[in-house]
T-cell receptor, first 112, second 114 residues
Framework: GEDVEQSLFLSVREGDSSVINCTYTDSSSTYLYWYKQEPGAGLQLLTYIFSNMDMKQDQRLTVLLNKKDKHLSLRIADTQTGDSAIYFCAETPSSNTGKLIFGQGTTLQVKP | EAEVAQSPRYKITEKSQAVAFWCDPISGHATLYWYRQILGQGPELLVQFQDESVVDDSQLPKDRFSAERLKGVDSTLKIQPAELGDSAMYLC????????????FGEGSRLTVL
């Protein structure tokens, strides 16, 4: 079935790099996403990667995709206290490319 | 900047009562989604509309939940009767085409059932 797994918590110091990991099950997934959610708010798209790409970089964000292992990661360079939030990985299942299947979210805590 | 509008932001109700949530997607977005997010979990799709038609409602508890998008624009999600386990954030999202690309989320409606 369709499933997305993430580690629940990550704590880093301000200025360090953060790496949030995700595994998914649908090998035919076409798009993979990273969303950010701040307390009490909706979800904000950070970046997404098409399944024929290995890497995508966007300013401080780097997404790496390993299709063989069905592993996705998000690296945030020079992490700031404003990056503290919950980060969700999501995949689009091949059965419905308009639908997102989300992981349970990784809480990123950035210490000053 | 265009946004997905939802109301109410917060709703407290007693179990067995009826509850309704409203969503107005970004203008021109054909696809509209209702997701439920239980505290500490990721969002789960309840229903997906393409214009006024339901594309996916496989996870919608149809004995108590209903959703409509009569004119293919705004949408209402109803729960009747509400149960304690329905306490969650109800998120509406929209996208231009419904086939990959970005989903834009509203701020959500937080439901507490007492």
């Amino acid at each position: 079935g369709e499933d997305v797994e993430q580690s629940l918590f990550l704590s880093v110091r301000e200025g360090d790099s953060s790496v949030i990991n995700c595994t998914y099950t649908d090998s035919s997934s076409t798009y993979l996403y990273w969303y950010k959610q701040e307390p009490g708010a909706g979800l904000q798209l950070l970046t997404y990667i098409f399944s024929n790409m290995d890497m995508k970089q966007d300013q401080r964000l780097t997404v790496l995709l390993n299709k063989k292992d069905k592993h996705l990661s998000l690296r945030i360079a020079d992490t700031q206290t404003g990056d503290s939030a919950i980060y969700f990985c999501a995949e689009t299942p091949s059965s419905n490319t308009g639908k997102l299947i989300f992981g349970q979210g990784t809480t990123l805590q950035v210490k000053p | 900047e265009a946004e997905v509008a939802q109301s109410p932001r917060y709703k407290i109700t007693e179990k067995s009562q009826a509850v309704a949530f409203w969503c107005d997607p970004i203008s021109g977005h054909a696809t509209l989604y209702w997701y439920r997010q239980i505290l500490g979990q990721g969002p789960e799709l309840l229903v997906q509309f393409q214009d006024e038609s339901v594309v996916d409602d496989s996870q919608l508890p149809k004995d108590r939940f209903s959703a409509e998008r009569l004119k293919g624009v705004d949408s209402t999600l109803k729960i009747q009767p509400a149960e304690l386990g329905d306490s969650a954030m109800y998120l509406c999202a929209s996208s231009r085409s419904g086939a990959g690309g970005e989903l834009f989320f509203g701020e959500g409606s937080r439901l507490t059932v007492l």
